[in-house]
């Protein structure tokens, strides 16, 4: 018992106060924002394209709402544009069974 008592005092004793040393950073440098260079001029001016492309991504977005809420899709000339379509694909569909019939398909 003596001789792990007196073990385990000597891994005491081995223990070295280890001193913390902390590195000082510096100071941040003042550094000048990265901007992409197709965007936006040195002067931070935003060039043409990307206005017109932030103008037409916010028109994109108003119509598609639009669309969304039913506001848009309502009236006389969508109502005719449908009809049409209608007997556009009314017309197809007759025209494909009368070659169907004239090969012997149907």
Do not use: C, W
Not at 28 to 37: C, D, K, R, S
Not at 69 to 88: F, H, N, W, Y
């Amino acid at each position: 018992m003596e001789q792990a008592m007196g073990t385990a005092g000597n891994d005491e004793e081995n223990v070295v106060d280890a001193e913390v040393v902390e590195e000082k950073s510096p100071a941040p440098a003042l550094v000048e924002p990265v901007l992409p260079p197709s965007d936006y001029s040195a002067d931070g001016v935003p060039s043409f394209d990307y206005v017109r492309d932030r103008i037409e991504n916010r028109v994109h977005t108003a119509t598609g709402s639009v669309d969304l809420a039913g506001l848009g899709g309502t009236g006389p000339d969508v109502e005719s544009l449908d009809k049409k379509l209608a007997e556009r694909d009314e017309a197809g569909r007759a025209k494909l069974a009368e070659i169907r019939r004239s090969m012997g398909l149907d």
